[in-house]
C-alpha cells in the first residue's frame, strides 16, 4: 500500500474525481469505514485511481 500512495502523478489529465462511500465493515463490531477514493481521467479516457484511504467514523450515539 505504501507504493501505491507514492505514484508519480502525471501532468496529463482532464478529470480530477474526489469521492467517499461508506462501507460497513466487521472486525470486532460492524463499524461503518469511510473510504476516500481519489479518481483521474487522462486526455484520451484512461481512468486511473490514485489514492484510496479509509477511516473509521464514530459515531455520534452512546
Same mark, same amino acid.
Given at each position: &500500500?505504501? @507504493? *501505491?500512495?507514492?505514484? $508519480? $502523478?502525471?501532468?496529463?489529465?482532464? *478529470? =480530477? *474525481?474526489?469521492?467517499?462511500?461508506? =462501507?460497513?465493515?466487521?472486525?470486532? @463490531?460492524?463499524?461503518?469505514?469511510?473510504?476516500? $477514493?481519489? =479518481?483521474? $481521467?487522462? /486526455? /484520451?479516457?484512461?481512468?486511473?485511481? =490514485?489514492?484510496?484511504? &479509509?477511516? /473509521?467514523?464514530?459515531?455520534?450515539?452512546?
Amino acid at each position: &500500500m505504501q @507504493t *501505491f500512495h507514492q505514484l $508519480i $502523478i502525471k501532468k496529463n489529465y482532464v *478529470f =480530477l *474525481f474526489l469521492n467517499t462511500t461508506y =462501507l460497513p465493515l466487521r472486525r470486532y @463490531t460492524v463499524q461503518k469505514e469511510a473510504v476516500y $477514493i481519489t =479518481l483521474r $481521467i487522462t /486526455v /484520451v479516457g484512461i481512468k486511473e485511481i =490514485l489514492d484510496l484511504l &479509509m477511516k /473509521v467514523l464514530k459515531s455520534c450515539r452512546k
